[in-house]
């Protein structure tokens, strides 16, 4: 009876360590890969920063993600490689040179990068499972924003794109 009762008890405690580790975290569909994430932790960081990172940014006429149709239109087939591709952009060259003098900017910084690296891995797997094809114009898209990126210095294009992460984030709700 004891050990039944233990076992209960101990099986209670995980669904609800389970149930907890995942509140606030929503699928999302990129194409036919689905992806758990927390979006309200990564935009409540974002947003805690994001006056700061863009106050950084003195070139307000050049845009990474919002190139006219950057983002506008990927087929849903294609979501799931560009998905693939803008959080491995913003892994490799993004959150890498985004440094302040600031410790609590770089500890959200920090914290927002290792969501993404979370999502990556999954995405990856999506990869490796063939379910992630990129077509010709989302790959055309993903050209456009490595050369808006390449036409900055690396910390000013960094800066610029984190400035930009809601414009990542709306569009990965809106699509989803």
């Not at 149930?19 to 960081?45: D, P, Q």
């Not at 993004?94 to 690296?117: G, M, P, Q």
Request: charged share 20%; hydrophobic share 35%; aromatic share 8%.
């Amino acid at each position: 009876m004891k050990g039944s009762h233990l076992f209960l008890c101990l099986l209670s405690m995980i669904c609800c360590l389970n149930l907890m580790a995942t509140v606030g975290n929503k699928i999302f569909h990129f194409g036919s890969c689905r992806v758990s994430m927390s979006i309200t932790e990564i935009r409540s960081g974002f947003n805690t920063i994001k006056a700061n990172i863009q106050a950084r940014d003195p070139i307000r006429t050049l845009s990474i993600l919002s190139y006219p149709h950057s983002l506008h239109k990927v087929k849903s087939s294609d979501r799931c490689c560009v998905s693939h591709q803008l959080f491995t952009f913003y892994m490799d060259k993004v959150f890498r040179h985004c440094r302040t003098e600031d410790s609590y900017i770089n500890r959200k910084i920090s914290s927002i990068a290792n969501s993404f690296l979370s999502v990556r891995r999954s995405l990856q797997q999506c990869q490796e499972q063939n379910k992630c094809v990129c077509g010709q114009e989302s790959t055309e898209k993903l050209k456009q924003v490595l050369v808006n990126y390449e036409e900055l210095n690396v910390t000013a294009a960094a800066m610029k794109s984190l400035g930009e992460l809601d414009i990542l984030l709306d569009w990965m709700e809106k699509e989803s």
